[in-house]
């Protein structure tokens, strides 16, 4: 890239005005002092494509894909990475220079990151790990987790087809639990994850039991508004090690970042203070 070109980056949505990737970004754009731009762009589905292919020709390095389009852009992207298509979504994509796209899943990425900063102690190869719910979020998680070397990976989910299809895919490390009983499968946990978006503002509770809930497991939730969930409340009550869902939006921009500024971001308080700003 030349000295005259302002690198841009941005995050493609419908809706986005929700997106804290703009103040993530920028935070980190300012702190480093990088000569360069992250916009968030609500774009329709319809015209998803084409806003894709013009997009190196206006100066942009890369984006980030949120809500409707993580799975559309794998259509469309002319190079899906390995651990995107595990998944079967994409939330960064890169722009070479020849104008083509890449498309990868840092989710996983972010998780694995934030759990390690936030429980230090954590030892992915310890024990089981519960994960509740299975939808896009799940998949991240679990095939981070399985790379992580989790030896068992509990499943439940409210439609218990859907985590019938993760013992499909992921193979045998997988145990599908009944939602009924999801309660029974935390007690010998060393890792329970809320991927649902149960318990977020707006939504209902998450009705789970969590009798179970003891000192020595480690609780997440990737639900950060509100940061502190009925699970964490809970869950720390209880003596348990808890990571709130915000630090894995904050690591999963990290790989992107660095990709498209050339600078690797410090995920630090201060990061923290500017999505929550």
């Known amino acids: 890239m030349s000295e005259a070109k302002i690198p841009l980056a941005g995050v493609i949505g419908c809706p986005i005005a929700h997106s804290k990737s703009p103040q993530i970004h920028g935070h980190w754009l300012k702190t480093y002092g990088i000569k360069g731009h992250y916009v968030p762009m609500h774009v329709e589905p319809e015209d998803l494509e084409a806003t894709l292919r013009q997009m190196p020709k206006m100066g942009f390095v890369g984006a980030n894909v949120t809500i409707p389009h993580k799975e559309a852009v794998m259509e469309i992207a002319d190079l899906v990475t390995d651990r995107a298509k595990l998944i079967g979504a994409a ?9 083509s796209i890449v498309a990868d899943n840092t989710d996983g990425y972010g998780f694995i990151f934030n759990l390690h900063q936030g429980a230090p102690d954590w030892d992915p190869k310890a024990g089981p790990a519960t994960v509740i719910g299975a939808g896009g979020a799940a998949r991240a998680v679990v095939a981070s987790l399985l790379e992580a070397g989790t030896p068992e990976i509990r499943v439940t989910n409210r439609t218990r087809a859907r985590a019938d299809q993760f013992r499909e895919e992921f193979g045998e490390k997988i145990t599908v639990v009944d939602w009924i009983e999801a309660g029974l499968i935390i007690e010998d946990a060393g890792l329970v994850v809320n991927t649902t978006s149960l318990g977020m503002q707006g939504q209902k509770r998450l009705r789970v039991p969590l009798d179970g809930l003891h000192k020595g497991i480690v609780v997440t939730d ?12 809970v869950a720390e009550a209880k003596g348990c090690t808890t990571v709130d869902g915000l630090g894995m939006l904050l690591h999963q921009a990290v790989p992107g970042f660095e990709r498209w500024f050339g600078q690797r971001p410090e995920v630090d308080e201060a990061t923290r203070a500017a999505a929550l700003a």
């Open 91 to 99: 939330n960064t994509l890169i722009f070479r220079e020849d104008g």
């Open 222 to 233: 990737l639900v950060y508004a509100p940061l502190k969930t009925e699970l964490l409340e």
